[in-house]
């Protein structure tokens, strides 16, 4: 906690992190505050100002700019509360990024072009094609075994002039940079110009885990990882799905994966067998209203297991030449698929109507207009349309 100032504030609109409307509130600048703002590949901190949340923290200049939902009095006295977790956890996360880094290159020679920290996970970008599962394995071990080690991490500020700065690593400073930089320094490790928070001592990590490398931008690979207690609670979600996959399939967890595949067998043979099933039903529906006496001019039908050979199959079995088909699968109170089947003429006539009526899209050829629906419980009506279409055809029928 930290008690400061209000020096202005002023309405504002926040657009959502993961998009949508955007949010009204209020801009506050304080005298000073303990809320880092975005940088650095770093996300910006919560907490509250009084019992006000603080939403995001952006930095404009010098300042740090904290968008509210609530108006706050310019010269009132404030105190501000740190959301502690989220920024142990960023602190953690960005402390491992600094070691992975350094150790990365001294190793191996890789240099870090850019790191992001997620919500789940954290990725740096190291500018070479390819690292090997050994070199990860290797990488992973070296960085806990300084972890263990206890190295102190420390912070000091150069004056911008300062030659030593040439030995430090970095990036480059923003454009807008004033007055003095700030440097994070792992003993005997690296030095690093940063902006952002730190842990105090590399056991506060507690441990690194390397999830794997993913293709990154050209000549570049992405390195995924986890430190402190996102691995901890990456290791409890992995725990709860193998007690869930343990009692489902009835077998310890070394033996979930043949358990698995031997699933994935059956139920491919079943859908084989399923699909062969349908086929014959559907040459059995359709010889069955070819061998009445008087063959209708329009056939209905539904079902809800089936697809869109199903339905052509029996439109084929039928033939459209003289009858109009109308068939469905799929749940009667949802969305499903559609064929409007028969004569050419007739079948450009009703098609965009029939999708129209079941709110659905659909595109047709040679007599044939079949799509998705998404009100299949409209069938009545596209049957009405239909009904009265082949009375208007033929009057005496």
Same mark, same amino acid.
């Given at each position: ?120 996970? @954290? ?76 842990? @105090? ?38 725990? @709860? ?5 343990? @009692? ?116 047709? %050829? ?8 998404? %009100? ?22």
């Amino acid at each position: 906690q930290f008690t400061t100032r209000v020096v202005s504030c002023r309405a504002a609109e926040l657009r959502p992190e993961g998009g949508g409307e955007p949010v009204r509130g209020f801009q506050v600048v304080l005298e000073d505050t303990i809320l880092f703002p975005e940088g650095g590949g770093q996300p910006d901190d919560r907490g509250l100002i009084g019992d006000v949340p603080v939403l995001r923290v952006t930095r404009r200049g010098p300042e740090a700019v904290h968008f509210v939902p609530a108006a706050l009095e310019p010269g009132a006295e404030v105190l501000l509360s740190l959301d502690w977790e989220r920024r142990f956890d960023h602190m953690q996360q960005h402390s491992g990024q600094h070691l992975i880094t350094a150790v990365a290159e001294q190793m191996f020679g890789f240099k870090t072009t850019s790191w992001e920290l997620g919500r789940q996970r @954290s990725v740096i970008e190291l500018d070479t094609p390819l690292v090997t599962a050994e070199q990860v394995e290797a990488l992973e071990k070296s960085v806990n075994e300084k972890i263990r080690d206890r190295v102190p991490v420390t912070v000091r500020e150069l004056a911008a002039d300062d030659p030593e700065i040439e030995t430090v690593r970095s990036r480059g400073l923003p454009d807008d940079h004033a007055g003095p930089v700030r440097v994070v320094d792992i003993k005997g490790i690296d030095s690093n110009l940063c902006c952002g928070t730190h842990v @105090s001592n590399l056991s506060d990590l507690q441990v690194i885990k390397l999830l794997g490398v993913e293709k990154g931008k050209k000549n570049k690979t992405n390195l995924v990882f986890l430190a402190g207690n996102r691995v901890l609670k990456s290791l409890e979600q992995s725990h @709860s799905t193998e007690k869930a996959l343990t @009692s489902l399939l009835k077998n310890g967890p070394g033996e979930h994966i043949e358990a698995v595949k031997r699933l994935q067998n059956s139920v491919k043979l079943l859908q084989k067998n399923n699909l062969n099933l349908l086929r014959d039903m559907a040459v059995l529906i359709a010889r069955d209203f070819k061998s009445k006496p008087a063959p209708k001019q329009l056939f209905v039908l539904h079902r809800k297991e089936g697809d869109s050979e199903f339905m052509n199959i029996i439109a084929n079995e039928i033939g459209t030449e003289e009858t109009l088909l109308f068939l469905t699968v799929g749940d009667e109170k949802e969305a499903g698929l559609f064929l409007l089947a028969g004569p050419v003429e007739a079948v450009e006539n009703l098609g965009p109507r029939v999708a129209e009526l079941l709110d659905g899209k659909g595109a047709g %050829k040679r007599g044939r207009f079949q799509g998705k629906a998404t %009100k299949m419980s409209r069938r009545g009506e596209v049957q009405a349309l239909l009904q009265e279409f082949i009375s208007h055809q033929n009057p005496g029928a």
